[in-house]
């Protein structure tokens, strides 16, 4: 979907006269045009496949064919109807007007002597529909030296349709290279259309939707970044604010950012740092690599040390014939391999939850990640889920956002809690049921205090919306709507109700969070290939070097161990130096000791070969680079010092334990 979404082939392979009017398909939109001008540009959410002539008007069937299962749908419309509501943000034709305008432009650059600007002001009288055409034409003027021309040429950028407004959040950012009022006279124009056609921001995941439609920022003055940024920001927490990678640009704002808007960053820090992939994950996938890693190291050196006890028989007198080696186990040794059994399945099963729940996150449908509850590939997926009060909640909404006012409100009863019954409201609102949609709402309140319920309440009633708190993302989300004056505010999906989602998936699947899922997902992330490539030589070389001395003075201080009474050997004490719990004696907690050791081991590694990002394997090699959307992050807190300081502690307090353990053997002797 992403492909599609970025590409486009022409695909007019049918046409219909009405009457005077042509009607085409071209990519994913119906064109209607009369003597050769386009007097209606009709979105739709996947690409044309067919049209036919249908009760005085036609009928378009669009879907894909390439995806599995295909699908396909169909709409039936007349000349002169209204744009469809809810496909004025489709994904697959979001770049369309653009790529339009440019091949004009491209076209002109190979005709010797052609003037660009007059290309594209002809084309754009015969498209009043593209915008895109002046933004262009006026880029043009600005090289042929033609100020006046130019500026007059960007100001109609905005004077096309009304109708057309969704293009005008795209022309936002092409247009703050310009002129900034215009710029943002623009994104409030698209903004106010796509919230009025049911676009919430709130459920846009994917930060490539954030690319496709705010764009990549162009170069910034030093003079300009303070006020670029607070302007770059209001329009991130305007559009998506829960986006995949936006949660590192907050944090960076929460301290570098306007003083004033402080405390808003740091609450949109708060709901947006959750969010991977496309949905907010559970600490289990967030931090999935540091219990693979945990994993790894705690089940090696509980294998070693079962695999030495067992076979051990210089140390220990061996056991009775017919009696299990483990009789001859200390109390000590049994505990510690008891717990670390224990630690090692348990970060098992969550490590494998939480890979099962990224890899359910990274395969939802795109459009889904973009929002687009509605569309028909989201209303699909959303119906093939186990059936829980998230998904319920879920397909409620799509229903809704879809305009299956009675369906959704059936579906929505069936589940509980405040943001149920908000959207119940909703439902009925829309559907003329004024009465019934206070009662919801006045429920909603009752079972959450800050539900949307209260702007929607103040709306049916016509009382003035009382300000809440300064510096809260629902303050700031209740003023966004007031400001573009909508009728209603949904509830929206919790972190919860997404996991939740993401697990009913699996379940319906009949699958299992198993640790196979681990290999399979970094097998499929290219992740250990990732890693080598990035390792330099040397670094591989002492990992293999310190990994053998590791498992060498392991096996060899098993085998020899001295009993805690005695002095410790010299082979002793340097299998100790080098792995710390391994020959002498810690009691219980030497697993932990030698645990704890390879673990920080390991992560010191990780953050080595990916340059300090992460000691998270998954974070370090499956996060993409989100400073090229937002110039400035927040990075991590130092990691690999961290991981070098622990490490450096563990050793140090164990060759202060030898010289201890070595002199108080010899004074007892």
Request: aromatic share 8%; proline share 6%; hydrophobic share 50%.
């Given at each position: 979907?992403?492909?599609?979404?970025?590409?486009?082939?022409?695909?007019?392979?049918?046409?219909?006269?009405?009457?005077?009017?042509?009607?085409?398909?071209?990519?994913?939109?119906?064109?209607?045009?009369?003597?050769?001008?386009?007097?209606?540009?009709?979105?739709?959410?996947?690409?044309?496949?067919?049209?036919?002539?249908?009760?005085?008007?036609?009928?378009?069937?669009?879907?894909?064919?390439?995806?599995?299962?295909?699908?396909?749908?169909?709409?039936?419309?007349?000349?002169?109807?209204?744009?469809?509501?809810?496909?004025?943000?489709?994904?697959?034709?979001?770049?369309?007007?653009?790529?339009?305008?440019?091949?004009?432009?491209?076209?002109?650059?190979?005709?010797?002597?052609?003037?660009?600007?007059?290309?594209?002001?002809?084309?754009?009288?015969?498209?009043?529909?593209?915008?895109?055409?002046?933004?262009?034409?006026?880029?043009?003027?600005?090289?042929?030296?033609?100020?006046?021309?130019?500026?007059?040429?960007?100001?109609?950028?905005?004077?096309?349709?009304?109708?057309?407004?969704?293009?005008?959040?795209?022309?936002?950012?092409?247009?703050?290279?310009?002129?900034?009022?215009?710029?943002?006279q623009a994104f409030d124009r698209g903004m106010r259309y796509l919230r009025h056609?049911?676009?919430?921001?709130?459920?846009?995941?994917?930060?490539?939707?954030?690319?496709?439609?705010?764009?990549?920022?162009?170069?910034?003055?030093?003079?300009?970044?303070?006020?670029?940024?607070?302007?770059?920001?209001?329009?991130?927490?305007?559009?998506?604010?829960?986006?995949?990678?936006?949660?590192?640009?907050?944090?960076?704002?929460?301290?570098?950012?306007?003083?004033?808007?402080?405390?808003?960053?740091?609450?949109?820090?708060?709901?947006?740092?959750?969010?991977?992939?496309?949905?907010?994950?559970?600490?289990?996938?967030?931090?999935?690599?540091?219990?693979?890693?945990?994993?790894?190291?705690?089940?090696t050196f509980l294998l070693l040390m079962a695999i030495a006890r067992v076979f051990?028989?210089?140390?220990?007198?061996?056991?009775?014939?017919?009696?299990?080696?483990?009789?001859?186990?200390?109390?000590?040794?049994?505990?510690?391999?008891?717990?670390?059994?224990?630690?090692?399945?348990?970060?098992?099963?969550?490590?494998?939850?939480?890979?099962?729940?990224?890899?359910?996150?990274?395969?939802?449908?795109?459009?889904?990640?973009?929002?687009?509850?509605?569309?028909?590939?989201?209303?699909?997926?959303?119906?093939?889920?186990?059936?829980?009060?998230?998904?319920?909640?879920?397909?409620?909404?799509?229903?809704?956002?879809?305009?299956?006012?009675?369906?959704?409100?059936?579906?929505?009863?069936?589940?509980?809690?405040?943001?149920?019954?908000?959207?119940?409201?909703?439902?009925?609102?829309?559907?003329?049921?004024?009465?019934?949609?206070?009662?919801?709402?006045?429920?909603?309140?009752?079972?959450?205090?800050?539900?949307?319920?209260?702007?929607?309440?103040?709306?049916?009633?016509?009382?003035?919306?009382?300000?809440?708190?300064?510096?809260?993302?629902?303050?700031?989300?209740?003023?966004?709507?007031?400001?573009?004056?909508?009728?209603?505010?949904?509830?929206?999906?919790?972190?919860?109700?997404?996991?939740?989602?993401?697990?009913?998936?699996?379940?319906?699947?009949?699958?299992?969070?198993?640790?196979?899922?681990?290999?399979?997902?970094?097998?499929?992330?290219?992740?250990?290939?990732?890693?080598?490539?990035?390792?330099?030589?040397?670094?591989?070389?002492?990992?293999?070097?310190?990994?053998?001395?590791?498992?060498?003075?392991?096996?060899?201080?098993?085998?020899?161990?001295?009993?805690?009474?005695?002095?410790?050997?010299?082979?002793?004490?340097?299998?100790?130096?080098?792995?710390?719990?391994?020959?002498?004696?810690?009691?219980?907690?030497?697993?932990?000791?030698?645990?704890?050791?390879?673990?920080?081991?390991?992560?010191?590694?990780?953050?080595?070969?990916?340059?300090?990002?992460?000691?998270?394997?998954?974070?370090?090699?499956?996060?993409?680079?989100?400073?090229?959307?937002?110039?400035?992050?927040?990075?991590?807190?130092?990691?690999?010092?961290?991981?070098?300081?622990?490490?450096?502690?563990?050793?140090?307090?164990?060759?202060?334990?030898?010289?201890?353990?070595?002199?108080?053997?010899?004074?007892?002797?």
């Amino acid at each position: 979907m992403i492909l599609l979404a970025l590409s486009f082939a022409i695909a007019a392979d049918q046409s219909l006269n009405l009457g005077d009017v042509l009607v085409t398909c071209d990519a994913a939109y119906v064109i209607e045009t009369r003597a050769g001008i386009v007097v209606r540009r009709v979105p739709l959410p996947a690409k044309c496949l067919s049209l036919e002539a249908r009760d005085g008007g036609y009928a378009v069937s669009y879907g894909d064919s390439d995806s599995t299962p295909a699908w396909s749908d169909t709409i039936s419309r007349k000349i002169g109807d209204s744009l469809p509501a809810r496909f004025v943000l489709a994904p697959v034709g979001a770049q369309y007007a653009k790529k339009k305008a440019e091949a004009v432009v491209s076209d002109a650059a190979k005709v010797p002597g052609a003037k660009i600007s007059a290309l594209l002001a002809a084309a754009g009288a015969r498209d009043p529909t593209n915008p895109w055409l002046d933004v262009l034409r006026g880029k043009a003027l600005l090289q042929e030296g033609d100020k006046d021309a130019a500026a007059q040429a960007f100001r109609e950028a905005l004077a096309h349709p009304a109708e057309y407004d969704f293009e005008l959040l795209r022309l936002s950012r092409e247009l703050e290279l310009h002129d900034q009022a215009l710029s943002d006279q623009a994104f409030d124009r698209g903004m106010r259309y796509l919230r009025h056609h049911g676009y919430e921001p709130e459920l846009m995941m994917s930060l490539l939707g954030g690319a496709i439609y705010l764009g990549k920022p162009g170069e910034i003055a030093p003079e300009n970044e303070a006020a670029w940024h607070t302007k770059n920001a209001a329009h991130w927490l305007d559009f998506a604010p829960r986006s995949e990678g936006i949660a590192p640009y907050f944090a960076w704002l929460s301290k570098h950012g306007d003083a004033a808007l402080q405390p808003l960053y740091k609450d949109a820090y708060r709901r947006a740092e959750p969010v991977s992939f496309m949905g907010p994950l559970p600490w289990q996938s967030r931090h999935g690599g540091l219990l693979i890693n945990a994993c790894i190291g705690g089940a090696t050196f509980l294998l070693l040390m079962a695999i030495a006890r067992v076979f051990q028989r210089r140390e220990r007198t061996p056991p009775a014939p017919g009696k299990l080696p483990l009789a001859k186990w200390t109390r000590a040794e049994i505990a510690g391999l008891f717990a670390g059994a224990v630690l090692v399945t348990a970060a098992l099963v969550e490590g494998a939850r939480g890979v099962a729940l990224i890899g359910e996150s990274a395969n939802v449908p795109f459009e889904l990640a973009m929002g687009q509850l509605d569309h028909p590939v989201a209303l699909r997926t959303l119906r093939d889920v186990r059936s829980n009060n998230a998904s319920l909640r879920f397909l409620g909404l799509g229903l809704l956002m879809a305009g299956r006012y009675d369906e959704a409100e059936k579906t929505l009863a069936k589940s509980a809690g405040a943001d149920a019954e908000n959207n119940r409201g909703v439902a009925r609102l829309l559907a003329g049921d004024k009465t019934a949609a206070e009662q919801h709402f006045e429920a909603a309140r009752a079972k959450d205090p800050s539900s949307p319920a209260i702007y929607n309440l103040a709306r049916v009633r016509g009382t003035p919306l009382l300000p809440a708190e300064a510096g809260d993302m629902r303050a700031f989300r209740f003023s966004r709507a007031a400001h573009y004056d909508l009728p209603y505010l949904l509830a929206v999906p919790s972190e919860a109700d997404y996991i939740d989602f993401f697990e009913a998936r699996i379940q319906k699947r009949g699958e299992k969070a198993s640790p196979f899922a681990v290999i399979a997902l970094l097998s499929s992330l290219g992740v250990l290939a990732g890693v080598l490539e990035n390792v330099p030589m040397f670094v591989v070389v002492v990992g293999i070097l310190f990994a053998l001395l590791v498992v060498l003075a392991l096996v060899r201080a098993f085998f020899a161990a001295a009993a805690i009474e005695e002095a410790p050997s010299r082979r002793a004490l340097i299998a100790n130096l080098i792995a710390p719990g391994a020959a002498l004696g810690y009691g219980a907690t030497s697993g932990v000791v030698a645990a704890l050791t390879g673990f920080f081991a390991f992560c010191t590694f990780v953050l080595i070969s990916t340059g300090g990002v992460s000691a998270d394997m998954l974070a370090a090699i499956a996060t993409p680079s989100y400073s090229a959307f937002f110039v400035h992050l927040e990075p991590p807190a130092n990691p690999l010092r961290f991981a070098w300081l622990c490490l450096a502690l563990i050793y140090l307090a164990n060759a202060a334990f030898v010289i201890y353990r070595r002199g108080a053997t010899g004074r007892t002797a």
